[in-house]
Nanobody, 121 residues
Framework: QVHLVESGGGLVQAGGSLRLSCAAS????????KAWFHQAPGKERKFVAA???????YYAESVKGRFTISRDNAKDTVYLQMDSLKPEDTAVYYC???????????????WGQGTQVTVSS
């Protein structure tokens, strides 16, 4: 039932780095837009970054210059390299995929289960 599986979350100090991965499971998303969202406790799910099947990228202003989204279509996997992490980046990070681009959670049809990222100060 789960078609996207995130991994790579963990606990890191402020200023540190993490690399998240999201792999397809049970179906393919090689021709889909892929995106990362995050959701902190008690807050709405927010757009982080997206990438087209051809590699064009989009970022939320809050992560621009710190995070890098990429994809490996041969592996049907999307990545989020997170550098210069801040405590305010602490959240559950979700990957998503859709045939059309979107910047809102409701725009995406397929979702992973989420991976926790905690940044300590």
């Amino acid at each position: 039932q789960v078609h996207l599986v995130e991994s790579g979350g963990g606990l890191v100090q402020a200023g540190g780095s993490l690399r998240l991965s999201c792999a397809a499971s049970g179906r393919t998303f090689t021709n889909y837009y892929k995106a990362w969202f995050h959701q902190a406790p008690g807050k709405e799910r927010k757009f982080v970054a997206a990438i087209t099947s051809g590699g064009r990228t989009y970022y939320a202003e809050s992560v621009k210059g710190r995070f890098t989204i990429s994809r490996d279509n041969a592996k049907d996997t999307v990545y989020l390299q997170m550098d210069s992490l801040k405590p305010e980046d602490t959240a559950v990070y979700y990957c998503a995929a859709n045939l059309f681009y979107g910047s809102q959670p409701g725009d995406y049809e397929y979702w992973g289960q989420g991976t926790q990222v905690t940044v300590s100060s």
